[in-house]
């Protein structure tokens, strides 16, 4: 198992940027693929962005292409999230997530949370 830690979150004006970071325990961080959820109040949380185990692969959701970058560094066990262009829309709390078995968009397959960052992007 791995312990995540996210950190980065707060409040932006639109257009602007922020970026997250998770930093998780354990050696065995390279083992996982990592990803980054969100959820709003009162919606389900969804997929944002993923990145494979080596970090030579990446998934993002379509709302987030081109904007949002994900990108890991395995000598220091974290994953990091850029994101630009920030909009309303993506306010939510923000988790990081591992999955040692599993790379793609959905949520139950990844088994390790954090406990969330909240971004709020005022207009």
């Known amino acids: 198992q791995v312990q995540l830690v996210e950190s980065g979150g707060g409040l932006v004006q639109a257009g602007g940027s922020l970026r997250l970071s998770c930093a998780a325990s354990?050696?065995?961080?390279?083992?996982?693929?990592m990803g980054w959820f969100r959820q709003a109040p009162g919606k389900e949380r969804e997929f944002v962005a993923a990145?494979?185990?080596?970090?030579?692969?990446?998934l993002y959701a379509d709302f987030v292409k081109g904007r949002f970058t994900i990108s890991r560094d395995n000598a220091k066990n974290t994953v990091t999230l850029q994101m630009n262009s920030l909009k309303p829309e993506d306010t939510a709390v923000y988790y990081c997530?591992?999955?040692?078995?599993?790379?793609?968009?959905?949520?139950?397959?990844?088994?390790?949370w954090g406990q969330g960052t909240q971004v709020t992007v005022s207009s």
């Open positions: 997530a591992a999955s040692r078995n599993y790379y793609g968009t959905a949520v139950p397959p990844y088994d390790q």
């Open positions: 354990g050696r065995t961080f390279s083992s996982y693929t």
């Open positions: 990145i494979s185990r080596s970090g030579g692969s990446t």
